[in-house]
């Protein structure tokens, strides 16, 4: 609710009165009082492996179907960038599509170093300004480089230079519920479109990266990180093995590094 109020007032308002309004002591108490009256247990997202994130590499890069070829590079940017589905497909409903949050192809670059594109809406933001999806080939490996590669010569040889950037073989930007019933049925029905956003984040922190490059890569305020961690305990996990890894790389027991990735794999995150 929140979200749509500031979509709505803080345009109209301006920057520091829609602060001054959204932190006072009437709204804060309102909002507690709301959370203890209606308290449940927050759903979240399960994390997408990396394992599954290679088998969607791995089948981008051997199809021969266009759209087949958009979901793969789709899931790959996603993880790779710690990203929502809703930043990169329209809704299902047509009230809610904009295509003023499309990516466009004009603003999109691909380099031997890696990706990246304008997001023009971004959710974290107070004024809802834009952003930027990136990743590096460092990180990501050769494959990445070639699938988005190819799903750029394939959609530039359908539709041009121009437009949104995602578009299936309709010349369409693909729905909400065609991707997620494709990552269901490739994947496994516990995933959702969220899950690419988790799945990144224990990927890159397992992988050795500090909280701040995290908190860049996903495009997280540093509050809305802390209560990331405290709601995914698989991302929590991974920074645990980061530091045990760097404080002592010799430790065993239950705090080691071993002890922590079995638990991880009892968890379905990692393979």
């Known amino acids: 609710m929140l979200s749509g109020l500031a979509y709505m007032l803080a345009p109209v308002m301006g920057e520091s009165e829609w602060k001054e309004a959204r932190f006072s ?4 108490r309102a909002m507690r009082g ?25 089948l981008g890069l051997a199809t021969t179907s266009y759209d087949t070829l958009l979901w793969a590079t789709q899931t790959k940017t996603m993880f790779l960038s710690c990203g929502r589905a809703g930043e990169l497909l329209d809704a299902d409903s047509e009230e809610y599509r904009d295509a003023k949050q499309h990516m466009r192809r004009e603003t999109t670059y691909v380099t031997v170093d890696g990706f990246r594109s304008y997001l023009p809406y971004q959710k974290a933001s107070p004024l809802y300004a834009g952003s930027h999806y990136f990743w590096v080939t ?13 799903y750029m010569r394939a959609r530039d040889a359908k539709f041009g230079p121009t437009g949104p950037l995602w578009l299936n073989s309709k010349g369409e930007v693909p729905r909400r519920r065609w991707y997620v019933n494709r990552l269901k049925r490739f994947c496994g029905k516990q995933y959702t ?10 990927w890159y922190v397992l ?4 909280d701040r490059t995290v908190q860049r890569l996903g495009r997280w305020k540093s509050a809305s990180w802390e209560d990331y961690i405290r709601m995914h305990p698989e991302v929590a996990m991974a920074a645990r093995i980061r530091d045990a890894a760097r ?8 705090g080691s590094r071993d002890a922590i990735l079995a638990a991880l794999r009892a968890m379905g995150v990692l393979a």
């Not at 002591?25 to 804060?28: G, H, K, N, P, R």
């Not at 790389?249 to 239950?254: I, K, M, N, V, W």
């Open 207 to 210: 992988c050795g990266a500090d």
């Open 193 to 202: 479109g969220h899950s690419m956003r988790p799945g990144g984040a224990t």
């Open 25 to 28: 002591a009437e709204v804060l």
């Open 247 to 254: 404080r002592n790389p010799g430790l065993t027991g239950l």
């Open 138 to 150: 460092a990180d990501a490996g050769e494959d990445a480089l070639r699938l988005i590669s190819k």
């Open 34 to 58: 709301g959370a203890k009256v209606k308290a449940h247990v927050r759903r979240r997202a399960v994390p997408l492996p990396h394992s599954e994130y290679l088998r969607a590499v791995k």
